[in-house]
Every structure is written in C-alpha cells, then in structure tokens.
C-alpha cells in the first residue's frame, strides 16, 4: 500500500505471479492508519501436510528426493531461484515470497508414515534445496526440528543446505547422526562483505556468523561443506578465493559453487534490485549473466543452468578448482550411509527376541 514501510526486506514489489489472469494495484482509500501498523510484517500460515517426500528426476542434481518444511522464505535473498513456486499458491514471488509463509507442522508424523511403508527404498533426503529450513519462524515452529526427529529414529541419510545460524540449536542430534555417517550440512556463504550481504539477503545470518555456524558444526564432528552459491558475476565473483579461505579455516572440508540463475519471476526482482542497490554495477552485472547464459537471463538446459557456458563460467570454474585443491577442499566426501537405516518399533508392535 502506499505508505506502507519495509524493512529488511528483498523484493521491493509484489508482482503477480506468471499463473495469475489479472494484475492488481494497491490504492490509498485516504482513511488515516496509524503509523506503526504501516510496517510490512511476516505472516505465517499452517499447512496441514498431506505428503512430505517430494521426488525429482533431475539428471544434474546429486539427490531424488527432498522435505520442505516451509514454504516462501524470510530470509529475502533477492536472487533465490525458489521464488517461483510462490506462484503456485496463487502468490507473488515479490514480497509475498518473503513475508506469506507457510509452515507444516504435523508434516514429521507423515514423514514417519512414508518411511515406514513396505515400498519404500532408502537414499538420502535433501532439505533445504527450495527454501530455508531454518529460517527465522523455525523458532517458533520447530517443523525442521520435528522432522529431524523422524529422521533420526529411522536412522535415515539426510542432507541439509541452510544460511540460518538456528542450525546450532540442533547440534543434539546433528551430531550423532553424523558421526554415524548419516548427516552432512551445506552452508551457503555469497560474500564476506557485510553491507552487501545484508542488502542482498537480508534476514539471512551476517557472513561472520555463518563462519561460526561452520566452526560449531565442525566441532560437534558434523562433516560442513561451503557453498559458493550463487556467484554472482561482475559483483561477488571477485571473492571466491576470499570464501574458500575463510571457510577451510573455518573448518569446511568440501566446497561447491553455483552461478546465478534468474527463472522466470526472479529476472526482473534482481533487475529491481540491482538498480536500487548497486547501480553502478548493474549494467555490468547483467551483461555478464548473459554472457554466461547463452544472451538470456536464464538457460534452463540440464547441466547448464548451475554453471552456465562460455569464457567467464569456465575462468570461474577454473579458479574454483585452483583454489580447493590449495586449500585441500576437494576431497570426496563418502556417501551417506543407508545401510543403518530401520523402521523403529511402534506402540503394539510384535517384540523380537533378538
């Protein structure tokens, strides 16, 4: 609404999404709200889940199966490629994506329920590959907690990617689960420059904490992987080395990276965003993202569009390569283990003997 105030927020504007049939704009009707309600708030809202596994059959990711606790995410990163699926529920990938949300508690029993089924095949889970499990309304929600729970009675391979320091509250079972070799943790670091992370994303863990977040996970034996994720070319793709860096000595022991991708609604938000931010890098910002993305804003090809192709993805690739082989951040990690995996007893359940 006009008036209306935001606050570490990404987006600036709450576009329809591309499913929508009409636009609507926001009118003052002249009536005198009082200021403090003018503040843009997030709003949660509960799902009662129906399914929690969700499948892909993508052939250039590593996983075919995740869990989502949440959906839309307060954390805001401008660039977030999930922004998206905000349109599927009738919503923008705008300011809604960041300040709708939804959560799923009740989603661990239903979990317990798909693990437990005698078709079931065991292989690793992925969380936070849509948006963040932990993100600032986990505090109150706890749906990653309950899920973690499910997953480690079932003593079930997971993978988890986050930005959010909240990760340290469940260092209880983090910690056991990995020491099984049941767990690993992703921690996604764009830059190490403060201002720029919190413009960038705004509700996230400042760049130094999420170092810390490496060094705990690390200390309670939790194998931690840094995530280059996503470069964003002519802006942050100078600190690659920097990251890395600071990562390995703060006790990452692999490392991966992303180029910046902008599907469908996210072009015109970071287009936004650039302008409002960084105008002098702007131009630059988008001309190299389409020099690595075949002229467009985004190639969605397999195997393409995390990487992208020509002269500045492959400097990008070959200065990532150099970098974790003299930091000693490219060794294979072992696979998760499946081999631990079972359905544990229920109430009424026939005991064994043995």
């Known amino acids: 609404m006009p008036g209306q105030r935001l606050r570490a927020r990404g987006a600036q504007t709450n576009r329809a999404g591309r499913f929508e049939r009409h636009a609507r704009d926001a009118l003052d009707d002249g009536w005198d709200i009082p200021f403090a309600e003018r503040l843009v ?9 129906r399914s929690a596994l969700t499948y892909n059959r993508s052939p250039d990711l590593p996983f075919d199966r995740s869990v ?32 709708r949300l939804i959560a799923r508690p009740g989603i661990g ?30 505090a109150d929600h706890r749906v990653m907690r309950e899920v973690l729970e499910v997953l480690q009675a079932f003593r079930h391979p997971v993978a988890i990617t986050t930005k959010g320091a909240l990760i340290e509250r469940d260092l209880d079972i983090l910690g056991p689960m990995a020491r099984d070799g049941l767990l690993r943790v ?52 100078s600190e690659m080395e920097a990251i890395l860096a600071a990562a390995q000595a703060a006790g990452a022991v692999a490392a991966s990276w992303i180029m910046l991708r902008l599907p469908a609604e996210v072009a015109p938000l970071f287009r936004d965003w650039l302008a409002r931010a960084v105008p002098g890098r702007a131009a630059k910002v988008m001309a190299r993202v389409r020099d690595v993305h075949g002229g467009r804003d985004h190639d969605p090809g397999w195997h393409r569009r995390m990487r992208g192709e020509g002269p500045w993805s492959a400097l990008v690739e070959r200065r990532f390569h150099l ?22 007893p229920r109430t009424g359940d026939q005991l064994t003997l043995f």
Do not use: W
């Open 41 to 49: 708030k997030t709003e949660v809202r509960l799902e009662r889940p």
């Open 68 to 99: 989502n606790p949440y959906r839309g995410c307060e954390h805001g990163c401008t660039y977030c490629f999930a922004r998206p699926s905000h349109a599927f529920l009738n919503l923008s990938p705008g300011l809604d994506f960041e300040t």
């Open 109 to 138: 029993a239903v979990l317990a329920a798909e693990l437990g089924a005698r078709s079931y095949r065991v292989a690793p889970v992925a969380i936070g590959t849509n948006t963040d499990p932990y993100q600032p309304c986990e």
């Open 186 to 237: 992703g921690i996604s670091l764009t830059t190490l420059d403060p201002a720029l992370a919190r413009a960038m994303e705004p509700r996230a863990a400042h760049p130094a904490r999420r170092l810390e977040v490496i060094r705990r996970l690390t200390a309670a034996g939790v194998p931690v992987r840094v995530m280059v994720a996503p470069v964003v070319p002519g802006l942050t793709d």
């Open 323 to 344: 970098a974790v082989a003299r930091l000693g951040l490219n060794a294979a990690l072992p696979p998760l283990r499946t081999d631990l995996f079972r359905v544990p």
